[in-house]
C-alpha cells in the first residue's frame, strides 16, 4: 500500500492550505517520503461488498464464538444503487506527522466490528458497532510489536485478525480472544495486500524491486506458497504487475488486483496463467475511462468493481463489462469536505449497504449511507 506514488495520504492537515499544493506535487512527495519509512528502511536499502469481509466473498458466513450467523445482505446493492454524497467521519486520526500517512487498510467483522491498519503509527485500531470510541490493538510484547503495518484481515473461521507487518517482513495471526495467542505465519515478505478465501488459503500481494506479484499460501502445517499472478519485474502486460495494492478474492475464487502503477484493475480467474483488465488500463487519467494510481478494490455479488481510484480522489463503480466507470463517492476535487476525498485508499461495505471510505489525505475514515433504492 504504502509503496505506490498514489499514496498521498498526508498531502494536507484539515486546512485551507490543501489548494496551495498541486496534486502531482504532494503526490510525488508523499510517494517518495514513504517509500523510505517503509520500504527502504526496514529493507536496507534492497530494496463486501455486503458481507462480513472486504477481502474475500463468502457464499454464507461462518459464525465465530464472537459474532451471530448471518447470510450476506448480497441483494441491498444493485446496479442503481447510490450513496448520500455528504460523508460523516468515523474516525479522525490526530497527531500525525507533516509528510507521513496513517491510515491504510481495514476490514469489518459480522458484528459490524471495524479493524485499520495505522501504518506510521505502527498499529491496529478496533472501532465496534456502534460504539463512539475505539481500541488500540498492539503487540503483546517485544516479538510481536508491529512496524508499518499495511493490511489487516479478519478470519472469521479462527476468530483471529491477520496482518500484514510490513516493516518487520512478516505476517501475523493474533486471536481475538486470547491476547497470548499470536503467532508469527509467513516470514521474510514485504506484504502489501492480503485475503482469504473459501478455503483458508492467504493470498498475499508484494511489492519491492525484483518483484511485484501476488502469491497464495496454504496456512497448514508446510505453510507453502504458490505464484498467482505477476512475478519478476514489472511490467504491464496481462501477464504482469506493478505495484499491485489491495486484493480482493469473489465466491469463484477468481482474484482481483488493484494493479496501482498499471492504473487497472485486473482479475484472474482460477487456475489462469494471465489475467484480464476489468477497469482502467488506459493510462492515468482523469476520465470515467481511467483510473489514476487505484488502490483498493472490493466486488459485489453482481460483478461489479468499486475502486479507490486515489489520485482522483473519488470512489468509481464499474459495472460488469463496462468500458468506463461511474462516480460514487468524491470526484469533487481533493479537499476536506463531507462530498470530498482526498487520495482514498481503501474501502468497504457493512451488511447495510453504507459505504465505508478511507480517505488517506485527510486522515479519516468516512461513512456513506446507502440511499434506498
Request: glycine residues 8%.
Given at each position: ?264 484493475v485486473m482479475k484472474w480467474r482460477k487456475n ?21 494510481y487505484p488502490t483498493g478494490v472490493v466486488v ?28 460514487v463517492a468524491g470526484g469533487n476535487g481533493p ?39
Open positions: 500500500m504504502f509503496n505506490s506514488p498514489s499514496l498521498v495520504r498526508n498531502q494536507k492537515k484539515t486546512s485551507a492550505n490543501q489548494g496551495k499544493i498541486s496534486c502531482e506535487h504532494v503526490h510525488y512527495k508523499r510517494c517518495m517520503l514513504l517509500l523510505a519509512c517503509v520500504i527502504l528502511i526496514p529493507i536496507a536499502i534492497t530494496v463486501p461488498m455486503v458481507l462480513v469481509n472486504k477481502k474475500k466473498a463468502n457464499s454464507s458466513t461462518t459464525p465465530s464464538s464472537t459474532s451471530t450467523t448471518e447470510a450476506p445482505l448480497y441483494n441491498i446493492i444493485t446496479n442503481t444503487t447510490k450513496w448520500k454524497q455528504n460523508g460523516i467521519t468515523i474516525f479522525q486520526a490526530v497527531d500525525f506527522d507533516e509528510g507521513t500517512g496513517d491510515l491504510s487498510s481495514m476490514d469489518i467483522d459480522n458484528n459490524g466490528t471495524i479493524y485499520m491498519a495505522e501504518t506510521m503509527k505502527d498499529r491496529i485500531i478496533e472501532i465496534k458497532f456502534g460504539e463512539t470510541g475505539f481500541s488500540i490493538i498492539n503487540g503483546s510484547d517485544d516479538v510481536h510489536q508491529l512496524f508499518r503495518p499495511t493490511d489487516v484481515i479478519v478470519d472469521q473461521k479462527t476468530d483471529s485478525i491477520i496482518i500484514c507487518d510490513a516493516g518487520n517482513r512478516r505476517i501475523l495471526r493474533w486471536s481475538r480472544q486470547n491476547i497470548s495467542n499470536r503467532e508469527i505465519v509467513i516470514s521474510n515478505v514485504y506484504c502489501i495486500g492480503l485475503a482469504l478465501d473459501d478455503d483458508g488459503y492467504l493470498y498475499v500481494s508484494i511489492s519491492e524491486l525484483g518483484k511485484h506479484e501476488i502469491r497464495r499460501w496454504n496456512l497448514g502445517i508446510n505453510r507453502t506458497s504458490t505464484l498467482i499472478a505477476g512475478g519478476g519485474t514489472s511490467e504491464d502486460h496481462f501477464a504482469q504487475l506493478k505495484m499491485p495494492n489491495f486484493l480482493f478474492i469473489d465466491e469463484d475464487y477468481s482474484l482481483y488486483v488493484a494493479d496501482t502503477q498499471n492504473h487497472r489462469s496463467k494471465a489475467g484480464s483488465c476489468v477497469a482502467g488500463g488506459n493510462g492515468a487519467g482523469t476520465n470515467l475511462t481511467q483510473l489514476s459485489d455479488h453482481l460483478g461489479n468493481i468499486y475502486i479507490a481510484d486515489s489520485n482522483n480522489n473519488r470512489i468509481v463503480r464499474w459495472i460488469k463489462g463496462a468500458n468506463k466507470g461511474s462516480i479537499g476536506n469536505g463531507t462530498d470530498q476525498l482526498w487520495a482514498p485508499y481503501d474501502l468497504l461495505f457493512d451488511k447495510y449497504g453504507n459505504l465505508y471510505v478511507f480517505d488517506a489525505g485527510n486522515h479519516r475514515l468516512q461513512k456513506f449511507f446507502i440511499e434506498s433504492n
